[in-house]
């Protein structure tokens, strides 16, 4: 399945109307606000924008592995179920084998007292009762399918016996190992040479293409978003400020956030420049977010109403973009 057939495939999830506070004694700082994104099943849909934007915390919310202050509201529906609604009990039977979430940092994210093998087994031992040594065959190869070179004197090594770009594979390998309906990759190539990147990126459309599992990838590389992206969603403060095609993002991004990305990223366009453009200033940090519209203090379109009112979330045939430049 391609993401052209994606485009009215049923979606495997729908996020509506989710925000997303840090509850701080009697203060509440909004990180996500009022974020609604669909996941059509066979497609890959990228979110980008700057550090500090969200991005990462909408994966954790989609898994409900956020911190214990953090204050969920909106709907987050899993093949017609609400994650927000149903108990730890039943959402641990969901994640490993029906979701599967690649983290952002791999250092952290293994057991540093098991070794490596073992570890990624042990959701196919769980979730499909694999004898161990049905579980070492299918972990094997992954290995293989992630680049990881001696993938049987691997499997018995510790997490400290790898380098970070190994842990990563290994991360990859363990995300994808019951085959997941849904995937959540959080920058999952940012510790990986070139090669390696455009190998895992492959991996990454090879199941989606096999299985038809949605892909939401998170990632900086803009490159990497008009490579393997069907849909793509901007955001920027905690708020997806366009969402649209890949193709059509590209083709004419809409909000001047958007616009300064792809301008200040190295392309065909760029080789003729000296410098590539910059957006001046940088992204609010949580709980300084200003009133109105939260990019209108780096923003050169900016109206007198961007910084008294929020901007309307307006749709445009199949595309939405947050902005008062297209109010109606």
């Known amino acids: 399945m391609n993401g052209e057939s994606a485009g009215v495939a049923t979606p495997v999830l729908r996020i509506r109307d989710l925000s997303l506070s840090f509850e701080s004694g009697s203060r509440l700082s909004r990180a996500v606000r009022d974020l609604s994104l669909e996941l059509p099943r066979g497609a890959i849909t990228c979110l980008a924008g700057e550090s500090g934007c969200g991005k990462s915390l909408t994966c954790k919310a989609v898994m409900r592995l956020t911190p214990e202050n953090a204050r969920l509201s909106g709907e987050i529906l899993f093949e017609g179920r609400d994650l927000l609604a149903i108990s730890e009990k039943e959402l641990r039977k969901i994640r490993g084998a029906a979701i599967g979430m690649i983290f952002q940092e791999p250092m952290t994210s293994l057991n540093p007292v098991m070794k490596v093998g073992p570890q990624v087994a042990e959701p196919l031992r769980l979730h499909w009762k694999a004898s161990k040594e049905e579980a070492k065959a299918r972990v094997l190869e992954l290995f293989r399918q992630a680049g990881i070179p001696s993938p049987e004197i691997r499997y018995n090594d510790y997490p400290h016996q790898l380098s970070g770009g190994l842990r990563q594979r ?54 990497v978003v008009a490579d393997v992206g069907d849909f793509v969603g901007v955001m920027y403060a905690g708020v997806l400020v366009e969402r649209a095609s890949t193709k059509a993002l590209f083709a004419k991004p809409l909000h001047p956030y958007t616009q300064g990305l792809i301008a200040s990223s190295p392309g065909r366009a760029s080789r003729t420049l000296s410098r590539l453009p910059t957006i001046q200033g940088t992204v609010p940090p949580l709980g300084q977010t200003p009133p109105g519209c939260p990019f209108q203090p780096r923003c050169s379109q900016a109206l007198p109403v961007c910084s008294r009112e929020f901007p309307p979330r307006e749709i445009l045939g199949d595309r939405e973009v947050v902005c008062w430049l297209y109010a109606r």
């Open 170 to 223: 290994a991360m990859i390998a363990m995300a994808l190992a019951c085959k997941p309906r849904l995937l959540l990759a959080d920058e999952p190539t940012t510790a990986l040479d070139a090669t390696i990147q455009g190998q895992i990126l492959r991996l990454l459309v090879e199941e989606r293409d096999i299985s038809g599992m949605a892909v939401l990838l998170v990632t900086h590389d803009l490159g």
